[in-house]
């Protein structure tokens, strides 16, 4: 081949990206003829985009776009790789998910991962502030009880397509802005509307353990629509002695096959005994503080 001036450069290029680590040395590539480095980022294929548009423009001398690619790919960033994370754990839970199998579906090496996130932990501290920004914030002002309702309605809601994330909600150690946006919302929404310190804290704690406990044992049923729901409920009624268990023939046959039942609606009955429980300890709360 004969020479050329962009084979030099295109080499001390590719010895840069080697050294970044933007690049496996094993990765193929092709030696330009026509065409400087970076015009020949398209066969670069694990390369971190932005990396490699600052290197290559680098070595031809120019200040690079932060913003644009050679290859006209969106730009890999963090919030791109933890929603992509995200949607592979709905798909297959968070035990079988893997930096090479989340660097394939952004099209990247698993390396170049990592100047996106520090580690697996990072990985899944900014997968569940995905969670949690999904989740309705309650307003803090107006109707408390509307407020925190919606709020948990959209929590299960959010769980269930999310369920992977119920374990992880109140396990991380290093909340994203989204987790903490969050749980200030839900504790001003309280504090304004009268609650103290203590009784609001209760008052989390409990909405919280509910919510998580109700989407949790959701999950875990064996059936996930009403159709299904009555097919197990005969299933199991077929398989024991109706009168040696009595009241659960009853609840069967009386409530669970009934036209219309749905597992589900327990979930707006336990939420609405909650709230009025919690509205008559911040009444009598407010009555004892202003008698003294």
């Known amino acids: 081949m004969a020479a050329h001036p962009e084979v030099d450069a295109y080499r001390d290029w590719r010895g840069r990206l080697i050294r970044h680590r933007h690049v496996d040395v094993q990765t193929p590539v092709e030696v330009p003829t026509e065409q400087g480095p970076f015009g020949l980022l398209h066969v670069v294929r694990d390369a971190d985009v932005r990396g490699v548009a ?3 423009a680098e070595v031809r001398g120019v200040k690079a776009d932060p913003a644009s690619t050679a290859t006209g790919r969106i730009p890999l960033n963090r919030q791109r790789v ?14 079988s998910l893997s930096m090479r199998k989340l660097g394939e579906a952004v099209g990247v090496e698993a390396m170049s991962l990592y100047h ?8 899944l501290d900014g997968m569940i502030d995905v969670v949690f920004g999904e989740i309705e914030l309650p307003s803090d002002t107006g109707d408390w009880k509307r407020a925190m309702r919606g709020r948990a309605v959209s929590a299960r809601r959010v769980l269930s397509r999310h369920g992977w994330a ?5 396990s991380r150690t290093a909340p994203g802005p989204a987790s903490l946006r969050h749980r200030d919302a839900v504790l001003g929404c309280l504090r304004n509307a009268g609650f103290s310190i203590q009784l609001a804290a209760h008052a989390f704690s409990l909405l919280d353990s509910y919510i998580y406990g109700f989407a ?3 999950r875990r049923l064996p059936f996930h629509t009403p159709e299904q729901s009555a097919a197990v409920a005969q299933e199991i009624l077929a398989r024991f ?7 659960l023939a009853e609840l069967t046959t009386e409530h669970v096959l009934q036209p ?3 597992y589900g609606n327990e979930f707006a009955f336990g ?14 709360a407010s009555a004892s503080a202003a008698g003294g």
Do not use: T
């Open 54 to 56: 600052d290197i290559s």
């Open 116 to 123: 996106h996130v520090a580690n697996k932990d990072d990985l």
């Open 241 to 247: 002695p109706v009168n040696e268990y009595p009241h």
């Open 166 to 170: 119920i374990r992880f909600m109140e």
């Open 216 to 218: 949790l044992q959701e």
């Open 271 to 284: 939420l609405d005994l909650i709230l009025d429980g919690l509205d008559r300890a911040r009444a009598n």
């Open 82 to 95: 933890l929603h992509a994370a995200v949607a592979l754990a709905d798909q297959s839970g968070s035990e």
């Open 260 to 262: 219309g039942y749905d």
